[in-house]
Nanobody, 126 residues
């Protein structure tokens, strides 16, 4: 099973940018789609973005399109989430996940992902 470690979170101000990284170890993630989810305090974990194994296809939660960008570097076994124009409502723990499929069709569900990181905290102050 792949191990995933997120990094890059922190405390920022509204309007700032952050880039999260997800480093994988244990096996290559290149055959698998990857995703980001987030969980705000007191709320359920929700889908943020997903990217196919090749990087050719991406998908985002509707409310995040245009501000967040997911990318991957299979040579580095790493996935990224670029977050721009951050808002206080983006405050959450962000989780990286490795899918059991090469691509995820339709709205990604947690059961489509077999490995999860421990999460990294992102806090956006107003």
């Amino acid at each position: 099973q792949v191990q995933l470690v997120e990094s890059g979170g922190g405390l920022v101000q509204s309007g700032d940018s952050l880039r999260l990284s997800c480093a994988a170890s244990g096996r290559t993630i290149s055959p698998y789609a990857m995703g980001w989810f987030r969980q705000a305090p007191g709320k359920e974990r929700k889908f943020v973005a997903t990217i196919s194994w090749s990087g050719d296809s991406t998908d985002y939660a509707d409310s995040l399109k245009g501000r967040f960008t997911i990318s991957r570097d299979n040579a580095k076994n790493t996935v990224y989430l670029q977050m721009n124009s951050l808002k206080p409502e983006d405050t959450a723990v962000y989780y990286c996940a490795a899918s059991i499929y090469g691509a995820v069709d339709g709205e990604p569900r947690e059961i489509d992902f077999g490995s999860w990181g421990q999460g990294t905290q992102v806090t956006v102050s107003s």
